[in-house]
């Protein structure tokens, strides 16, 4: 199962973005540094946009720049932005009474996805974009 890369993209969108601070850029040039096609870079800032993180224009003159300051901006902020909240999920498949197993397997992964959730969201609270281009 592949893992989710839109987060890291977008962390690589909003750091150009604080880089060029002020200019309005399209998202062909965002799309260069990323090295994927515009289009995905156009989906992840219309979420970003969204959610008040970016500002973007459309049509020749228009593009994106960065709407807050970078040091304001966390991973977690982008993560939420994206609608990925959650971290980790369980599937939603009917437990089978026959399986002693399947019976507390929700409950017990339910347990520790919790706090390794918290975790996560607690360290990707820390990070900031201002972060992303000091380190």
């Given at each position: ?15 150009v ?29 219309a ?45 939603r ?5 026959r ?15 919790a ?21």
């Amino acid at each position: 199962m592949a893992a989710n890369s839109r987060l890291a993209v977008a962390a690589h969108i909003v750091a150009v973005l604080a880089s060029r601070e002020g200019e309005s850029l399209p998202s062909g040039t965002i799309a260069a540094s990323v090295n994927t096609n515009p289009v995905v870079i156009r989906r992840i800032l219309a979420a970003l946009a969204k959610a008040g993180i970016v500002e973007s224009g459309r049509g020749k003159s228009g593009g994106s720049k960065l709407k807050r300051c970078p040091d304001e901006v966390s991973l977690w902020d982008l993560s939420a932005a994206l609608g990925e909240d959650h971290l980790f999920a369980i599937h939603r498949n009917p437990e089978n009474p026959r399986c002693a197993v399947s019976c507390r397997m929700k409950k017990v992964l339910g347990e520790a996805f919790a706090g390794a959730e918290k975790a996560a969201q607690d360290r990707l609270r820390k990070v900031s974009v201002k972060d992303l281009l000091t380190e």
